[in-house]
């Protein structure tokens, strides 16, 4: 049983470029959820999805977009990369709110 | 709003020794607590939850009570080992105001190291 995992593990990226950060999950959960950790910082919730074709924004959702086409995938998208980005990604999924909630192993994204 | 504080860390011990990580929170309804781990290099994962209070969770020998009248979920563990340095994070997840997608709010994370 995989779990959630995701794609890349690493990513160095130049200001401008965009790229796609990949999050499937085979428990066949409806929640799904994208956080970003910063150093010595809690997690804090980017965008977040109810079930296929239902995506809502989370805390910081400035500077990303997401797409839900199937329960199992719940891409992150970068447009124009920023400094600010620089951060570890975690994608997470659920089968309800306020169940647990399991955790992908992150994306550690640089953007120089 | 929601929030989660914890103590400042990061907290060095020796092996077998008591550990306490406090964590106190404010929330609007009631919610549901969890303390949260993550090992070097790793995602979170879950070490335990309550859902209401005066409720205990307990796990791998670690343990936190749901106080509703302090708003606090102080992480215990009697006897600690070096395998358990990590980050742990202590969070909430509240239904009240409409939030129905069980949205997280985590503490700022409390590093603990081991030491044989």
């Known amino acids: 049983n995989a779990g959630v995992t995701q794609t890349p593990k690493f990513r160095i990226l130049k200001i401008g470029q965009s790229m796609t950060l990949q999050c499937t999950q085979d428990?066949?959960?409806?929640?799904m959820y994208w956080y970003r950790q910063d150093p010595g910082m809690g997690l804090k919730l980017i965008y977040y999805s109810v079930g296929a074709g239902i995506t809502d924004k989370g805390e910081v959702p400035n500077g990303y977009n997401v797409s839900r086409s199937t329960t199992e995938d719940f891409p992150l998208r970068l447009e124009l990369a920023a400094p600010s980005q620089t951060s570890v990604y975690f994608c997470?999924?659920?089968?309800?709110?306020?169940?647990?909630?399991?955790f992908g192993p992150g994306t550690r994204l640089l953007v120089l | 709003g929601n929030s989660v504080t914890q103590m400042e860390g990061p907290v060095t011990l020796s092996e077998e020794a008591f550990l306490t990580i406090n964590c106190t929170y404010t929330?609007?309804?009631?919610?549901?607590l969890f303390w949260y781990v993550q090992y070097p290099g790793e995602g979170l994962q879950l070490l335990l939850k309550a859902t209401k209070a005066d409720d205990k969770g307990s796990n791998k020998g670690f343990e936190a009570t749901y106080r509703k009248e302090t708003t606090s979920f102080h992480l215990e563990k009697g006897s600690v080992q070096v395998s358990d340095s990590a980050v742990y994070f202590c969070?909430?997840?509240?239904?009240?105001?409409?939030?129905?997608?069980?949205?997280?709010?985590f503490g700022q994370g409390t590093i603990l190291t081991v030491h044989p």
């Open positions: 969070a909430l997840s509240d239904l009240a105001g409409g939030t129905s997608y069980g949205k997280l709010t």
């Open positions: 997470a999924s659920s089968t309800r709110p306020q169940e647990t909630q399991y």
């Open positions: 929330a609007t309804g009631y919610p549901s």
């Open positions: 428990m066949n959960h409806n929640y």
